[in-house]
């Protein structure tokens, strides 16, 4: 689905140049997850705004279902740590917003939007405003509004980070079964160890100078459920990252 070949990121400022990362190179399917994962600053951000087409790369190359990624695509969809929502604006309004940029009709957005919401079990806050959603309901809004938009490659830069620890179980969940049905891509960025090992069937480990593509075997998104945390393997895979995560 997506390729990275040779990539490396930079920020220029005051005529200065500072190297991000370079030299990252893999690939990305719908059916093999990736996690990010690395210490704050080492790049994992920068990262999701150049697979989504909204920063361009030092050097390499972004290859899109064979073809270079040029700007952004519509396939690609991306939900930040902060939820943007807007105050004024219902659950319905806020998951609708990129139909309604696009140019759906009213009729359009309810037949796309009501079985999003209904997927990630919000469809019973409609008319609520984002003042009267628990953090949680905000991120899943903040998902629908991605997902509406049916993409083939989801990215997320650390969605769960302020839940708390059932609340983000439960959405890591739902997250892997949507990606599941839909055959969707999925890179997702985060900080939590468990977390990358949870939704990752690779693991990108970013660290300053350099980074490590780890896989793991026997752990398809198929096999995947809630009592996975409890398997050996999954411990055996958050001990590998961990390891990794301190050279």
Known sequence: MIEVKDLSAAYHENRSKKIVFEGVSFEVSSSVPLSVIGPS???KTT????LSGLKKPEKGEIL???????GHRREIALV?????????????????????????SKK???ETVFPVL????????????????????????????????????????EPFSSLDALTREHL????????RQRELGLVHVTHSIEEAAFLGEKALVMNEGGYNLLSIDGTGMAERGPEYRQNDLF???CNLLRGYLKR
């Open 41 to 43: 600053g080492c790049g």
């Open 47 to 50: 990262l999701l705004y150049l």
């Open 64 to 70: 899109f279902r064979g073809e270079q990624l040029n």
């Open 80 to 104: 930040l740590q902060h939820y943007r929502l807007l105050p004024w604006k219902t659950v319905f309004q806020n998951a609708s917003l990129g139909l309604r940029i696009r140019g759906f």
């Open 108 to 110: 359009e957005m309810k």
């Open 118 to 157: 209904k997927e990630l079990t919000i469809d019973h806050l409609l008319d609520r405003f984002p003042n009267q959603l628990s953090g949680g309901e905000k991120q899943r809004v903040a998902i629908a509004r991605a997902l509406a938009l049916k993409p083939s490659l989801l990215l997320l830069d």
């Open 172 to 179: 890591q969940n739902l997250i892997l079964s949507i990606c």
């Open 235 to 237: 411990h055996q895979y």
